[in-house]
């Protein structure tokens, strides 16, 4: 699959220079020039196609010119350790859960694809230095699936306060190759950060810097799995409309199912699920965008206010704006019904949901209510013994921690406490490597 910038359509990358440059340089983001053509795949599955055989079907399609089919099979083997769980409920709603990974959260699908794509891709020769914008669990997410792979350095951006659950023997002051650095500022100071550092060519050509972050299509796109993985188990208990109701920050979850719809997944549209913070949800309206500072919810990864994946989104809009309206819907949610919905959730269902997701079944409970025949599938996107308290408090249920998620109390020290300025951050770079 070949990339183009949101910006320009001209001149077009390959996915190896899309992954490992990251951004172009015109101040877009790369978006796929042309859509691929799922339909054939998605003809040949059916409920009991497994997610490695999904995966290694759709990863070739994917990575067609960057490399050969067979390191394409081997990525995605080596990829994933780990599952989407379908959960259908009733004949109004199923759970596509999508936190089986090892932070817990949905990003492990595309963090861990694009490190085994990283490390096949530079063993022809070069290295990487791969930064995240963090406020914890995407560090995780990067410390698993970068871990023991050779030639790449993660560097984790992170904002004022602590980080927790970092392996302590995957950081750089243990010997490891994870340096955590703390930015003075927001999240999305850490997100301004990383795309300007990466933008400084001379400096992050020097290291090979790049993101494992979804303003990288190489870890947005492995995102359409699951989506597809979704569809086929839901697709058999379908008398009516298929929507999916997806919890959304920075909108790259989101886009990812706009790909896949795009690709021929045969979906009649998105809840686009938000808390309090949704100045995205104005823009889909059709008013202005305008960015602001977010509040401080229960749902932390939907509290950004400039949402990373703004640009893609914007192409999508541009394009067709009245298609885009009857695609997507979107809808906030508060912190009181978010919690009255875990609630409602564990009444009915006799399941504990996460806040996030539970952002994602209020919106698609309102969504249900106006149309009826339509089935929601909603993505569940972080384990619920990763929000025990907000749990506890909704339901009065305590939930066991598992011990992979022991280091979730444990806080790390950053190698450096930064300035939010890139010349704080490069400084820092520059004396840890
Ligand atoms: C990142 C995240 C989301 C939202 O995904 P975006 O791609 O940022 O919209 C939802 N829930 C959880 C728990 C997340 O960590």
């Known amino acids: 699959m070949q990339f183009k910038s949101t910006k320009n359509d001209r001149e077009t990358v390959s996915f190896r220079e899309a992954a490992l440059r990251c951004l172009p340089d015109d101040g877009g983001l790369y978006a796929p020039a042309s859509d691929m053509d799922l339909r054939h795949f998605l003809f040949y599955m059916d409920a009991d196609t497994s997610f490695p055989e999904l995966v290694a079907a759709l990863a070739p399609l994917l990575l067609q010119d960057a490399l050969t089919p067979h390191s394409a099979a081997r990525i995605a083997e080596s990829a994933f350790h780990f599952e989407p769980e379908f959960k259908p409920l009733d004949e109004r709603f199923s759970l596509l859960n999508l936190y089986n990974g090892p932070s817990g959260v949905c990003k492990d699908f595309g963090i861990a694809f694009l490190a085994a794509v990283i490390e096949e891709l530079l063993k022809s020769g070069g290295q990487a230095m791969i930064i995240s914008a963090?406020?914890?669990?995407?560090?995780?997410?990067?410390?698993?699936?970068?871990?023991?792979?050779?030639?790449?350095?993660?560097?984790?951006?992170?904002?004022?306060?602590?980080?927790?659950?970092?392996?302590?023997?995957?950081?750089?002051?243990?010997?490891?190759?994870?340096?955590?650095?703390?930015?003075?500022?927001?999240?999305?100071?850490?997100?301004?950060?990383?795309?300007?550092?990466?933008?400084?060519?001379?400096?992050?050509?020097?290291?090979?810097?790049?993101?494992?972050?979804?303003?990288?299509?190489?870890?947005?796109?492995?995102?359409?799995?699951?989506?597809?993985?979704?569809?086929?188990?839901?697709?058999?208990?379908?008398?009516?409309?298929?929507?999916?109701?997806?919890?959304?920050?920075?909108?790259?979850?989101?886009?990812?199912?706009?790909?896949?719809?795009?690709?021929?997944?045969?979906?009649?549209?998105?809840?686009?699920?938000?808390?309090?913070?949704?100045?995205?949800?104005?823009?889909?309206?059709?008013?202005?965008?305008?960015?602001?500072?977010?509040?401080?919810?229960?749902?932390?990864?939907?509290?950004?206010?400039?949402?990373?994946?703004?640009?893609?989104?914007?192409?999508?809009?541009?394009?067709?704006?009245?298609?885009?309206?009857?695609?997507?819907?979107?809808?906030?949610?508060?912190?009181?019904?978010?919690?009255?919905?875990?609630e409602g959730v564990w009444k009915r269902y006799g399941l504990l949901i996460d806040p996030h997701t539970a952002v994602a079944f209020a919106a698609a409970e309102r969504f249900?209510?106006?149309?009826?025949?339509?089935?929601?599938?909603?993505?569940?996107?972080?384990?619920?013994?990763?929000e025990a308290n907000a749990i506890a408090l909704a339901t009065g249920q305590k939930i066991e921690i598992p011990p992979r998620f022991a280091l979730l109390r444990e806080k790390t020290d950053p190698l450096a406490v930064i300035d939010p300025e890139l010349s704080a951050l490069e400084g820092a770079i520059a004396s840890c490597v």
Request: net charge positive; with cysteine.
């Open 134 to 342: 963090s406020r914890g669990d995407t560090g995780i997410s990067v410390a698993s699936a970068f871990r023991g792979r050779r030639g790449i350095r993660p560097v984790i951006l992170y904002p004022s306060g602590p980080i927790r659950g970092l392996d302590p023997g995957a950081l750089a002051s243990q010997g490891g190759p994870l340096i955590p650095l703390q930015v003075r500022g927001t999240f999305d100071d850490c997100q301004r950060l990383m795309a300007e550092i990466i933008r400084d060519r001379p400096f992050s050509n020097r290291y090979g810097i790049t993101s494992a972050n979804t303003i990288n299509a190489g870890a947005l796109l492995p995102q359409i799995f699951y989506y597809i993985y979704g569809f086929i188990k839901a697709k058999p208990c379908l008398n009516g409309d298929l929507l999916f109701s997806v919890p959304s920050g920075n909108f790259g979850n989101l886009i990812a199912g706009l790909y896949a719809w795009k690709s021929g997944m045969p979906v009649n549209g998105f809840v686009a699920a938000m808390n309090r913070n949704n100045p995205v949800g104005e823009y889909m309206r059709g008013r202005p965008f305008i960015p602001r500072v977010p509040a401080a919810t229960v749902s932390p990864a939907l509290d950004v206010g400039m949402p990373a994946n703004y640009e893609r989104l914007a192409s999508f809009y541009q394009d067709a704006p009245v298609v885009m309206r009857n695609m997507v819907y979107p809808c906030a949610v508060d912190d009181a019904l978010t919690l009255k919905t875990i």
């Open 368 to 386: 249900s209510a106006q149309r009826d025949s339509a089935h929601l599938v909603i993505l569940g996107t972080s384990h619920p013994a990763r």
